[in-house]
């Protein structure tokens, strides 16, 4: 009975040790075979640019707003520009009936030569303070213009009737544009007056335009959604015409200029005396063995310094001995996983690639 046994243990013993050999046999063969037709695995070198940048929204407002206000009641005697103005600063855009305050101020000037007779010098001194007060009333029957800009509204003509603190028009200065935008804490230590900005408006969309920082406040504020944030004031000089005051636009603060880095896949690149190479497809099918430099960038890819360029197509080494990825300068054994860039992330300044790998 005990030898019965051991026959059927052997039989299939030997039957595993048959089946063993020839899944070995089987796989020999389908290697050699893609090996005598040409299909090896090969990877290509390309190119991925990176903008360091911080990404900003907002609205824009005009350099200077000046809404034209009438200080009191009364009739309007004089408009002196039109809708579409230029005008300077110290215009006057409209005159109001003033002949109240214009026989007010010439009695109390009477007044005052009269007293310059028989008066005190304290009388004068008073009389003095209340000339000013009427000279002042008398300019508040005028609307001139605070700064040089654009009458872009008015709704005004003469013989209408106002009253205190009616607006009768805007006036604008576009000399450049601005805009307040919101920077998390994390991004405002990257903040430097000067840096270039590049905004896209909805309504403008024939091209991007070029902004800067021209200031940022050294205290934080916390928004209503419970984040820190810093303000930055942003400028834009000479905006197109077509974009205009409360424009919305969506853009990025450009913290160091977009670097453009060259990669390919690490089994790509082989060891050989100690130094990296690569085998790279010729136009014939041939493959040549070139020289390079590479750094680590990622368990996946390797940064190339010189030897390669973007297009090359490279022989995979990861199945031969003098390609193994083990000696790969700085990558510390085979590669493990995704392809982050080494370090936790982007680089520093929360950069986003320009475009995607392949």
Excluded: C
Aim: without cysteine; hydrophobic residues 35%; proline residues 3%.
């Amino acid at each position: 009975m005990k030898k019965n046994k051991s026959k059927k243990a052997l039989f299939v013993w030997l039957t595993i040790i048959v089946i063993i050999m020839g899944i070995t046999t089987s796989l020999m063969i389908v290697r050699n075979t893609l090996q005598d037709s040409g299909e090896v695995g090969t990877y290509e070198v390309f190119s991925e640019t990176f903008e360091n940048v911080i990404e900003v929204s907002g609205n824009v407002e005009a350099a200077q707003l000046q809404n034209l206000t009438v200080a009191g009641d009364g009739t309007v005697e004089k408009v002196y520009v039109e809708e579409g103005d230029y005008v300077t600063k110290g215009t006057v855009l409209v005159q109001l009936s003033a002949t109240e305050q214009e026989y007010n101020l010439a009695k109390h000037d009477y007044d005052m030569d009269q007293k310059r007779i028989s008066g005190s010098k304290k009388e004068l001194e008073l009389m003095e303070k209340q000339r000013l007060s009427l000279l002042k009333k008398l300019e508040d029957r005028q609307v001139i213009a605070n700064f040089d800009g654009y009458v872009v509204e008015l709704d005004i003509a003469e013989g209408d009737y106002v009253e205190a603190k009616d607006i009768v028009g805007v006036l604008l200065d576009r000399s450049f544009l601005q805009a307040a935008v919101e920077v998390v804490e994390t991004d405002a230590g990257k903040l430097v007056v000067g840096q270039k900005v590049v905004l896209d408006f909805p309504a403008y969309d024939l091209e991007q335009v070029e902004g800067s920082v021209v200031s940022y406040p050294s205290v934080g504020r916390i928004t209503s959604r419970g984040a820190t944030v810093v303000d930055a004031e942003i400028y834009i000089e000479n905006p197109p015409e077509e974009i205009l005051p409360n424009y919305s636009f969506t853009g990025s603060i450009e913290i160091s200029a977009p670097e453009t880095v060259t990669l390919v896949q690490r089994q790509a690149i082989g060891r050989k005396g100690g130094k990296s190479f690569a085998e790279v497809l010729q136009k014939d099918g041939t493959y040549t063995e070139v020289a390079v430099a590479v750094e680590t960038y990622d368990s996946t890819y390797v940064k190339i310094i010189s030897g390669l360029e973007e297009g090359d197509v490279l022989k995979s080494q990861s199945d031969t001995v003098s390609g193994s990825q083990n000696n790969l300068p700085g990558m510390g054994g085979a590669p493990s996983g995704g392809g982050m860039p080494a370090g936790g992330g982007m680089p520093a300044g929360g950069g986003m690639p320009a475009g995607g790998r392949p």
